[in-house]
């Protein structure tokens, strides 16, 4: 008998799906390329143009502001704070505004530098936030999972549950959209920590642990998340649905957002079927706040 | 790589990787996007002068990188059945093929992958483990939990039971 390594290998093997690969694959591959290269252009392109604009801009309110007024005597610029906070070199830094018990704050995303800065969705990521306002990080938390050519982003600053206080989202590149991970500010001192999901009445079909969903457009399946407005309050609900036929039956699942514990209890679920024409789509806002990072373009976003 | 270069890699070795990436994915049509995504950047890379020591490999790692989120992979574990039939999947699906998807399907993440590129494209535990940019301990670790849950889901057994262990090469 053969040995249950090579039995394996057989099947997987036989069960593999298989794709004839077409005849004008090279030439659509090729097509395939100039795209990406017209767009790299294109986006640089439109970099150069918002950059020279805003620059303009910037110097046209500031001559207007200074120009006609008295000097105003020069003050030493305050000393940046090293590594914004972090207990350790970083690189990659991104950065969002958030909310704090209704004051404005900074939430950022970082690598850890390391004899060099790693390349996208390598070495060690991490969120941080700015609670008081000084420049320098609070709480952090490592982000797991940022793989390349992408990595681990900032994603959006809803205030879900209206507690004046914003839920911090990050987000990961796939292939054809965003997995987002949400955490919470807890505690004092303060610790920044993900959100789990608590499902006691067993009606939902998230996985137990660190809250996650998806967020992705593609021709057959659509999944996102949006505030939804319950007897309770303002929760999160996370949607899905196929897009195969001209109705579909879009599933959500309702999450109510515990601040005090971090904790993302499933309220509700409902089947609703209606024109995909109407379903809900992901786009370019969470809660009210925008997306940033590179799913800030999306759907056309997660390209290196 | 030059386009003769290119065509036989997309004549010989392209399929392969592709049913790579859907056993992965349970997804034909998403890998053979994340694949082709993959072919692309080598491509160009190869264009800036950049040398690629194994076409195959690096696409591979790009492909599953690609395909690669703890969301997707619950989207792709939801609608893996149904999708076993789906319209780009040229044979009609066996008994022996979703058992297989299935069991594929019930790994983790990293296991599956492992256990692909062990079974499946044949690779080495070593250059498993400098693809996924981890150790190859972990990767026969990783090996052997996947041995063990598919040969119990696929009810396989050898002469030697106690001889469960996977021959690391």
Known sequence: MPSIDDQLRERITRSAPRTTGAEDLFTRLDRRKRRRVTARRTGTVALVVCVLVATAGTFLALGRVFGPQEAIPIRPAPQPIENLGFEFPICRVMSMPITIAGAPRTAFVVSEATGGCPGAGEGHRYVGVDVDGDGAVDAIAELHDCFPPVGCETFAAPDVNGDGTSEIATSEAGADGYGISLYEMIGSPPALVPIEVADPLDIGNLQPGALQFAWVDVYAHTEGARCVLTPSGSALGIYGYDKTGTETDVRTTTLSIEPTSATATVTDTTTERMPVDEAPVPGSELCGTPIYGSAGNFPDASKA | ?169
Not at chain 2, 36 to 61: C, H, K, P
Not at chain 2, 87 to 101: N, S, W
């Open chain 2, 1 to 169: 790589m030059d386009e003769v270069e290119l065509r036989s890699f997309l004549r010989e070795r392209y399929p392969r990787l592709v049913g790579a990436v859907a056993l992965v994915t349970g997804d034909l049509a998403s890998a053979e996007d994340a694949v082709q995504e993959a072919v692309v950047r080598a491509w160009e890379r190869s264009e800036r002068g950049a040398q690629i020591a194994s076409l195959d490999r690096w696409v591979a790692a790009v492909a599953f990188n690609l395909s690669r989120t703890r969301l997707r992979r619950l989207r792709v574990e939801r609608l893996a059945r149904p999708r076993l039939a789906g319209p780009t999947v040229q044979e009609a699906p066996t008994g022996d093929r979703v058992d297989v998807a299935l069991a594929l399907a019930a790994l983790p993440r990293r296991q599956r992958e492992v256990a692909v590129l062990y079974y499946f494209l044949d690779l080495g535990t070593a250059e498993i483990a400098d693809d996924m940019h981890t150790t190859e301990g972990t990767v026969k670790s990783q090996l052997f939990k996947a041995r063990a849950h598919l040969a119990d889901a696929l009810a396989l057994t050898d002469d030697d039971q106690e001889n469960t262990h996977a021959e690391h090469r």
